[in-house]
């Protein structure tokens, strides 16, 4: 029996998330036929956290149990030549049977995108959270250090959590602001802004929350030091709307020890 870990890169705005659901089209259930239509085997794909439907991925991990022999160099190729164009297997790993995607991980990354110019960006529309208007994108960046650390997080995670503890350690929560795409003679544009949040786990909803309630604060309802009033109130209706789904992306998982020699220096170099 061989462990074989994958990375996964996605598209998932025409699917209903990561793992496999009763009304089906989920990543999940499109890598398991192409695997059985490789292998002939019934495999199940454990990954490292699941994404919500129309939610994307560069930095998805799975590993798997499987029988066959095939080389570890062929599994990306011959796995891309039967699969969509809006899901790329980019690397393989032989890992030992201990190792799963979701236990053994120690640090998750997730990038959201919003688009604050004028006119939304037609190539990249389907990853990008238009908002033309006007954001205070400095409060914005300033209300980012009140998540870090370890804290309750209910007001950031959707009242249909079925976790026993909502209790989360953020590492670090920060803002790329890319001006490169504003127009000179389009004084409204803003450009790209890029929130990347790093933790040891989040809960459903939780990073779509954070950007919907940092989005109020840009908008001028709330103040950025309203964030640490909110965390504290443990309260979902303390906090904003839940974004858009589109906008957000698993960028990065992190792995030690099992991985620390292939894996995690490969999915490091992804930030």
């Known amino acids: 029996m061989r462990n074989i870990c994958m990375r996964v890169n996605y598209d998932g705005t025409d699917y209903f998330g990561f793992q496999t659901q009763p009304i089906g089209n989920t990543i999940q259930d499109v890598i398991e036929k192409s695997i059985k239509y490789l292998t002939g085997e019934e495999i199940k794909i454990h990954a490292s956290g699941r994404t919500d439907a129309g939610v994307h991925a560069r930095g998805q991990v799975f590993h798997f149990h499987t029988e066959s022999k095939i080389p570890l160099e062929r599994w990306c190729m011959a796995l891309n030549t039967r699969l969509p164009d809006d899901i790329l297997i980019t690397d393989a790993y032989e890992v030992p049977l201990s190792f799963h995607s979701r236990r053994s991980a120690k640090r998750?990354?997730?990038?959201?995108?919003?688009?604050?110019?004028q006119f939304a960006d037609?190539?990249?529309?389907r990853i990008q959270l238009h908002h033309p208007g006007k954001l205070d994108i400095k409060a914005m960046n300033e209300s980012l250090p009140y998540l870090l650390g370890t804290h309750d997080f209910t007001s950031f995670a959707s009242r249909h959590s079925t976790k026993d503890s909502h209790v989360r350690t953020?590492?670090?929560?920060?803002?790329?602001?890319d001006t490169s795409m504003c127009r000179v003679d389009h004084p409204r544009?803003?450009?790209i802004i890029h929130i990347y949040l790093t933790g040891n786990g989040?809960?459903?909803?939780?990073?779509?929350?954070?950007?919907?309630?940092?989005?109020?604060?840009?908008?001028?309802?709330?103040?950025?030091?309203d964030m640490k009033h909110i965390l504290a109130a443990q309260d979902r209706s303390a906090a904003g709307p839940t974004a858009v789904s589109k906008g957000l992306m698993l960028w990065n998982v992190e792995y030690e020890n099992l991985l620390k020699k292939t894996c995690d220096n490969v999915l490091?170099?992804?930030?």
Request: overall charge positive; glycine content about 8%; proline content about 2%.
């Open 108 to 117: 998750k990354t997730y990038r959201y995108t919003i688009n604050a110019n």
């Open 202 to 225: 989040f809960l459903q909803h939780m990073v779509r929350i954070i950007i919907g309630t940092l989005l109020e604060i840009g908008e001028g309802k709330r103040q950025p030091e």
């Open 170 to 177: 953020l590492y670090e929560a920060r803002m790329d602001h």
């Open 122 to 125: 037609l190539f990249n529309r």
């Open 189 to 191: 544009d803003q450009g």
């Open 268 to 271: 490091r170099s992804s930030i």
